[in-house]
Each structure stands twice: as C-alpha cells, then as structure tokens.
C-alpha cells in the first residue's frame, strides 16, 4: 500500500466539558426477551470504570452497543460526543477495544502484528515506528517484541492486547476481562499498566475480577438482570449498603462501664458481641456504628485515655469487600 502523501487525521481528544461515554435508558431485547433494561450511566474523561456484574446481568451486551458493534432497541449512547446510532464507525476511530478472548495471531511476531495493526488503524509509517516505541515499553513488551505470538505466556498475550487496544492512542479503551487467567505477578503489572493510564485515557472495565476492580478503578456500575443496580466510588457503595464499617477493639477494664463509654463517644456506639476476657483479662469487642456516624477511632481512643481503669491494647476499623457489596447490591436489588 502506497504512503498516503498527507498523514491521516488523529481522533481530535475529546473537550473536558462532556463525558466520556454517557449512556441513557439503554435497552436491548432479543426476540422480545430484555437483555438491557434502562442502563444509564456515564464516564468522565480520565476515569477508569468499572462494570460489574453476574452472568447474563447484560455488561456483554452493553459493552457491544457501546462500540458500535450492536445496534440498542432504545435509548441514546454518545462516545466522546459522538452519538453511537447514528455514527458506529466514527465511534470505533475513538476507541481501543480489547475482548476476553483475544484473537490473536499465532503465527505473527509481536512487533509484526502492532505494525499491522498500527497500519489498520490508520497510521502513518513515519509515526508508527516512534509509537510501537512506546507502546513497547509502556507494555513492558521489550523482550518479547521479536518473538512468535503463539508461544508467549498468558501474561505476555494479554500485554500484546492491550498494546494493541492503545496503539492509536484513542482517547477511550475498553478492556473484557482483562486480568482473567493471569498469575498473580502478571496480574500485578497489568493492574500497574491499567493505572498508568489514568487522566490521560478512559478505561472501562469488565470484570469478575472483584478485588482488582477495587484496586485499579475509581467508581464501579454494577448491573443485574439488565439494570444498574448500584453506581459510585468503591469506598461510598460500601457505605451505602454496610455504614461506616465496624470496630475492633482489645482491651481490659470493668466492661460494665463500657456501655457508658461508648454512648459519650456517639449515642448510637455500641458492642456487638459479649466481653470474653482471656487469662489476661483482654477481650475483644465488635462495635457498631450507625451509617452516617464519622469515623470515630479518634474520640474511642481519647474517651478510653481519660478513663485510666481500661487499658486499650488495639483498634482497627473493618470494611466490607466489594465482593460483600455486589452480592448485597445484586441480590437485594434484584427484580
């Protein structure tokens, strides 16, 4: 193919006034069944995303719709401005989509294959080369960059993808799974790899992964028989379903004046389970607090100093999971 005598236009990056991915009503059936039912949700720009959900919840199905590869039944989906129905190849110029189960070449070298794909994607020979560069390294892909694809690791393949999705630059990537089937030191640099590109693109994520979801996206969509049953950072969901989080406390005294104690640090402070002192006197205590309590470890500290007949040994704070929280957002909220 003859080089085009004018470099080929880049995706302009999209303005910071408008969303990312906005998403609205979004419905999808087959053959009269809902896949989708009223999705909406949207991602600003420089965010990574997380969708959540169990098998068949339609995160599949969205994730076609939203890269121009399925037409929705309803509603109105924009990709970086760009509205989805009426532009489906325009939108695909904007992103780098990368599948579960990604198809790669076996018999192409790596470096072979992101040359080809560079040139499907429309660049030139000129910025090609300085970009396999970068990606290269970003993807820590130097060593392998001469090897056949099919005798790569897991962890090497997934790299190459994701290589791949970001080879162009698009100002939105869409990663299926992908951390799926790595060992925990591949999944590792690929988390690292995902947070690199935090503020300078949009990364949405499908997972079953949960505790990488926590780690690498700054809010989560979790959807359930076709609807969105709870959106938001990882820290606001678990209070929204659980409170603040529970206490843990050691510590020895007259237990019987704990009660008290407690009630002067907040009204609503209390133990959740019994005082079973050890042969040294110290128990451990669960203590509760209501849901829009603050975090009190300060004042429980500072009440149990001004009360010298208790010895404090430990405090800690205990969290729900995001496991925790999708399976109460997915089974209290399902229809």
């Known amino acids: 193919m003859p080089e085009a005598a004018t470099e080929p236009s880049v995706p302009p990056p999209p303005t910071a006034a408008a969303p990312a991915i906005v998403v609205r009503d979004l419905v999808k059936t087959y053959a009269g069944h809902p896949a989708v039912r009223g999705v909406s949700f949207e991602v600003a720009h420089g965010e990574i995303i997380g969708l959540l959900g169990p098998n068949g919840a339609g995160k599949s199905t969205t994730l076609r719709i939203l890269t121009g590869y399925l037409p929705a039944t309803s509603g109105h989906v924009t990709v970086c401005g760009i509205d989805v129905a009426a532009q489906p190849a325009e939108v695909k110029n904007h992103l780098g989509f990368m599948p579960e189960n990604n198809p790669l070449p076996e018999d192409m070298r790596v470096r072979e294959y992101l040359h080809f794909r560079g040139r499907l994607k429309g660049l030139t020979r000129r910025r090609l080369g300085p970009r396999l560069d970068e990606v290269t390294h970003l993807c820590d892909l130097g060593r392998v960059r001469d090897r056949i694809i099919g005798k790569l690791s897991k962890g090497y393949r997934q790299r190459v993808g994701i290589a ?69 950072a990882p820290a606001d969901l678990r209070r929204e379903f659980f409170g603040p989080g529970h206490y843990e406390i050691e510590l020895a005294g007259p237990f019987d004046e704990l009660p008290a104690l407690l009630a002067a640090v907040h009204p609503r402070l209390a133990s959740l389970s019994a005082a079973t002192p050890g042969a040294d006197g110290f128990a451990t205590l669960r203590l509760g607090a209501p849901h829009d309590a603050p975090d009190l470890r300060e004042a429980l500290v500072n009440a149990l100093a001004r009360a010298p007949r208790f010895r404090l040994r430990s405090l800690t704070r205990t969290r729900h999971t995001l496991e925790e929280v999708f399976l109460a957002a997915t089974q209290a909220k399902a229809a």
């Open 164 to 232: 791949d999705a970001i080879l162009a630059e698009p100002p939105l990537i869409i990663m299926d799974e992908p951390t799926i089937g790595l060992d925990p030191h591949q999944i590792l640099t690929v988390r690292d790899l995902i947070a690199s590109l935090r503020g300078r693109m949009t990364v949405l994520i499908s997972s079953h992964i949960l505790p990488e979801i926590e780690m690498t996206c700054d809010r989560v969509v979790i959807v359930n028989q076709g609807r969105v049953v709870a959106a938001g």
